[in-house]
């Protein structure tokens, strides 16, 4: 089955503590990326990747790393999370083809205590 | 300004009601425009996608883009109480990865 897998689903965390929130799809696509969304605010991309070790900054990548050594791969890391990243993150995936369906994963609430 | 703008809603229609979902954008490099859905607790689904100007239909909904007003329009026909989501629009470009969606619009069909 095609999908995108997110680890994990829920966390609480406090400010300053360090996490890593994966992201893995199965369908050998070049895009990934990372996305998160508030209310009234929608979705907004955090960062993007085209292939392995081509990545680059969306709308919102202060206080985000990402790195994609693997293609199928893409981890999301908070060196120092603070409140303002309380948000729910999603991860999706597509191919480089024209029009492809963006995939996207279930979902990752995060809480910043 | 923000790149796309939409109506945030909420939209609450009868069952059977034509529903028409709006979006306006500034930027026109991006060269396709997206629709997706979005019930609640699950990540966003693609429902159409088009890279022209015009119409294009898929069963109940057709997407419209005015690249000219930079407009884009989803409508729904004959709704059901099955399509109560958030409906996104989402402007992209096909040479990179980037995509940039509208704030979304919460519809409700009561049956």
């Known amino acids: 089955e095609a999908q995108v897998t997110q680890n994990p689903r829920y966390l609480i965390t406090v400010t300053g503590k360090k996490l890593t929130v994966t992201c893995s799809q199965n369908?050998?696509?070049?895009?990934m990326s990372w996305y998160r969304q508030d209310p009234g605010l929608g979705l907004r991309q955090i960062y993007y990747?085209?292939?392995?070790?081509?990545?680059d900054k969306g709308d919102v990548p202060e206080g985000y790393k990402v790195s994609r050594k693997e293609k199928r791969n893409f981890p999301l890391i908070l060196e120092s999370p603070s409140p303002n990243q309380t948000s729910l993150y999603f991860c999706?995936?597509?191919?480089?083809?024209?029009?492809?369906?963006?995939?996207f994963g279930p979902g990752t609430r995060l809480t910043v205590l | 300004q923000k790149e796309v703008e939409q109506d945030p809603g909420p939209l609450s229609v009868p069952e059977g009601a034509i529903v028409s979902l709006n979006c306006t954008y500034s930027n026109s490099a991006f060269q396709y425009f997206m629709w997706y859905r979005q019930y609640s607790r699950k990540g966003p689904e693609l429902l159409m996608y088009t890279y022209s100007s015009g119409n294009k239909e898929d069963g109940r909904f057709t997407a419209q883009v005015d690249k000219s007003s930079k407009y884009i329009s989803l409508f729904i026909r004959d709704s059901q109480p099955s399509d109560s989501a958030t409906y996104l629009c989402?402007?992209?470009?096909?040479?990179?990865?980037?995509?940039?969606f509208g704030q979304g619009t919460t519809l409700q069909v009561k049956p």
């Open positions: 999706a995936s597509r191919s480089s083809g024209r029009g492809d369906t963006q995939y």
């Open positions: 990747s085209m292939n392995v070790e081509v990545t």
């Open positions: 369908m050998n696509h070049e895009y």
């Open positions: 989402a402007i992209g470009s096909s040479n990179t990865g980037k995509l940039i």
